[in-house]
T-cell receptor, first 112, second 114 residues
């Protein structure tokens, strides 16, 4: 069964304190790995797509990396506005077609 | 370019009723997917429509159904509502059915079942 886990479940950082979020996956037929940011009461906002091991993408204070079994979202010198839930999702192909499987998310709080 | 829009944003229903939610995808996007998000289960895939045809379906009971119109707008229907159906229902669109397409989410419809 395709599975995505994320750690930690929650993370509290001081402003400027860099850290990383982890997304581990056990899937067959991986087509892509996606990172989203979700603010309370809103839909997920797309951040990155990664397709192959070794790939890296950056956007402002965020950098996403991918290996064969996991992905990391590195947050450098975070600010309070980076506080949100970060979701990882994998796009897979199963017997029913293409599907997105989401992880439970990491709830990030950045304190001023 | 306008994003994905969902209506209504909030709904309150009672057990046994039915509900219809609407989603308008980003202009030019032909694929629409629906998700249910709850605190306990997270984001769970309901189904995907492309060119008015259901292409994929998640593990939800038959009370959950959907359809897509020729203009790519989609509706989701839940019949015989149960308390456990209370959730944020999210719609996402992407250009096609290709495996390199990124999907973009709408703001969601918050459904409360009393």
């Amino acid at each position: 069964e395709d599975q995505v886990t994320q750690s930690p479940e929650a993370l509290r950082l001081q402003e400027g304190e860099s850290s990383s979020l982890n997304c581990s996956y056990t899937v067959s037929g991986l087509r892509g790995l996606f990172w989203y940011r979700q603010d309370p009461g809103k839909g997920p906002e797309f951040l990155f797509t990664l397709y192959s091991a070794g790939e890296e993408k950056e956007k402002e204070r965020l950098k996403a990396t991918l290996t064969k079994k996991e992905s990391f979202l590195h947050i450098t010198a975070p600010k309070p506005e980076d506080s949100a839930t970060y979701l990882c999702a994998v796009q897979v192909v199963d017997n029913y077609g293409q599907n997105f499987v989401f992880g439970p998310g990491t709830r990030l709080s950045v304190l001023p | 370019k306008a994003g994905v829009t969902q209506t209504p944003r909030y709904l309150i229903k009672t057990r046994g009723q039915q509900v219809t939610l609407s989603c308008s995808p980003i202009s030019g996007h032909r694929s629409v997917s629906w998700y249910q998000q709850t605190p306990g289960q997270g984001l769970q895939f309901l189904f995907e429509y492309f060119s008015e045809t259901q292409r994929n379906k998640g593990n939800f009971p038959g009370r959950f159904s959907g359809r897509q119109f020729s203009n790519s707008r989609s509706e989701m229907n839940v019949s015989t509502l149960e308390l456990g159906d209370s959730a944020l229902y999210l719609c996402a669109s992407k250009p096609g059915w290709g495996d390199t397409d990124t999907q973009y989410f709408g703001p969601g419809t918050r459904l409360t079942v009393l």
